[in-house]
Structures are given as C-alpha cells and as structure tokens.
C-alpha cells in the first residue's frame, strides 16, 4: 500500500485552478503562477494541474515565473528578489498562484509597497496557523485562498496499524486537501485554535506529571536516606 502525495500535488493546483475559474467567469484573466524552483514530482504535478485544467479556456492566459531557491518557504529572500525583478508583470495581472504561503505573502507585500492601486487576487499554498501563515493571511484579507497541503502523517499511522492487524487496504490512499477562503476561514482558525489550546493543556498535564514524579522520587531518596542513617543512643 502506498500514499499517493503526487496526485495530492496535482489535486492542490486543480482545486486552485476551480476556484480562479469561479472568481473569475469568463472575464479575460492574466495569471501569474510562481512555481517551485526544483524539478521534483509534486512541483512538475502540481504545475500540470493548475496548468492542464485552465488551457481549455481561452480567456485564462497564464504566464510561469521560477522561484528561488527558498527551502520550503523558510527563506523566500532569493525569491523576493527575483519578485522585484519582475514587478511589472506581477502589476499587470489579475491572479498570482504561489507555490506556498510564505512566497504568496511576499508578493502581496512587495504589491503593496510599490503602492500601484492595484492588488491582483493572491492564492497560496500550505494552509498553516501563525503569525505570516496562510490561514491567518485569508483571515486578514492579504490572501483570497489557501490550500492545506496534507503531509499524510496521520494517514500513514492509520494505513500502517491496519497492515499490522492484517486488515485490508487499498494499494494507493489518496491525500485529501482542503480549500480555504473567506467563506470558511473563520470556522478552520476557530478549530485550529482549539487544537492548540488542547495541545498546550496536554502538554501542561504532562509536565505536571513530570513534576510529580520528581517530587516523589525526592521524597523516597530523603525517606530511604533517614532509615539507612544509624540511630544514635541517648
């Protein structure tokens, strides 16, 4: 049994593409699509996906510009160069899809620096909590959408457990993704506020326990300490 995280990859860009295609009508669309900078299977699926499912409409225009090398969206600083770079062109159109978060983000910044009076509608994805994270950027309105990339973690702990109970599973367990916008981003942060505080509770119980344990294990030292100790005669 495998996971398939490349048709993930491919189903991320075609829910993407959807959804320029609802925003959008038939309105004629420039698009800017930042793809990743390596040429691994996920990054080339998920272009022909994005890319695949708007060429059939002749209003959609697409045009590809290659990021930097950014680690993932941890360092987007040689991408925001070539970004500047390329300012007229993200000026001039009307959708910019990026890779992830963290490079949609910093194209959004870069618009809003150069003060043109005009801001494209900005799509990432990775679909994370936090300060500069997707699900807070749809939340403030810097990003119109965000798709939750899934790692398959979890999903590799359920197919795992049933291989080892000799349960039945099918050859290739799809990844499902999750797009998030205006409509549905409030309800998303709320849950994913509440993971955390749960988290956080767990994670307090655990220390606790921790504290506990220690303070017992004192207890028995000072205790075993005092019995070995000789009595002394009056």
């Known amino acids: 049994s495998t996971l398939s995280p490349s048709s993930a990859a491919s189903d991320v860009y075609k829910r993407q593409a959807k959804y320029v295609l609802q925003l959008r009508g038939d309105k004629q669309t420039r698009i800017l699509h930042i793809r990743g900078f390596e040429n691994s299977t996920a990054t080339i699926e998920r272009e ?11 209003n ?3 045009h590809t510009l290659i990021s ?6 941890k360092n987007v600083n040689s991408t925001i160069r070539i970004l500047n770079d ?15 978060d963290a490079i949609a983000i910093a194209a959004y910044d870069l618009l ?14 990775d679909g994370m909590l936090g ?14 959408a965000t798709v939750v990339y899934p ?3 979890a999903k590799v702990i359920d197919v795992g457990m049933k291989i ?17 916008d205006k409509s549905n981003v409030q309800a998303y942060y709320l849950q994913g506020q509440e993971i955390v505080e749960l988290r956080q509770k767990i994670n307090l119980l655990q220390q606790e326990k921790i504290t506990q344990r220690n303070q017992y294990r004192q207890i028995v030292q000072l205790s075993l300490i005092h019995i070995s100790e000789p009595t002394r005669p009056y």
């Open 131 to 144: 300060y500069k994270k997707g699900v807070n950027a749809v939340m403030e309105g810097t990003l119109a």
């Open 60 to 62: 959609m225009e697409v």
């Open 86 to 100: 390329n300012i007229s062109l993200l000026k001039s159109v009307d959708v910019i899809y990026a890779y992830n």
């Open 48 to 58: 022909l996906g994005f890319i695949n499912t708007l060429r059939k409409y002749e």
């Open 164 to 180: 080892i109970n000799h349960i039945s599973v099918p050859k290739e367990n799809l990844l499902s993704t999750i797009l998030i």
């Open 112 to 125: 809003k620096k150069a003060n043109t009076g005009h801001m494209p509608i900005i799509i990432g994805v």
């Open 151 to 153: 790692t398959g973690g």
């Open 68 to 73: 930097g090398q950014d680690l993932g969206g």
